[in-house]
Every structure is written in structure tokens, then in C-alpha cells.
């Protein structure tokens, strides 16, 4: 039947339940214009390194792109982390947790 064939195929990435995180979760994280200050160089930050490249899209950062703080101080693009937070509660680096909605 094809709708179990749809459903084998999805598995593997929802093999844990997955909950995403709360809207009020997701509209109080951080937003900001990315700046190479963003990413820590400034001081000695020891997230710099984590912090020049989003690791859901394996992308640098490039300055004035808009990102999301997450509250354990990772960013990632805010069109990367939102959606990943609909699914996820929880830093995609860290797994650090923020509120969910369940
Ligand atoms: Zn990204
Ligand atoms: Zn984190």
C-alpha cells in the first residue's frame, strides 16, 4: 500500500517522538542581524567556533543574515532553527531544552 510505503520512508527521522517547542518558546529566542561580533570575536568567547556557521545547514554565517539565539548562546539562521524547532525542543548543538508544547 503506498501510504505504509510513505511511512517506512519517514521512520528513520521520527523514530523518537519528537515535540516541537512552544510558540511563545520560539517568539521570545533572540533575533539579530548577523555581525562578525555575533560570532564572538571580540572577546574571548568560547562558543566563537560553533558560532560562524549554522550547523543545520552546514553554512557560514554571512554578516547582516538574520539569526536566532538560542538560549544556551548557540545561533543558527532564523530560517533553519524555526523549523527545526516545530519538530524539536531542543538546541540542534547542544540539546539544550527549551520549553515544548506538549
Ligand atoms: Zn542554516
Ligand atoms: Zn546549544
Known sequence: MA??????LSIDAYENKRVGASRSAIDG???EAYSYKSGGHDEADKTALDSTTCVICMEKFEAGTLVTYMPCTHIFHEYCLIPWLQENHSCP???FEIQSCS
Open 3 to 8: 501510504i505504509n510505503t510513505v511511512v517506512a
Open 29 to 31: 529566542l533572540k533575533r
Open 93 to 95: 548543538l547542544c540539546r
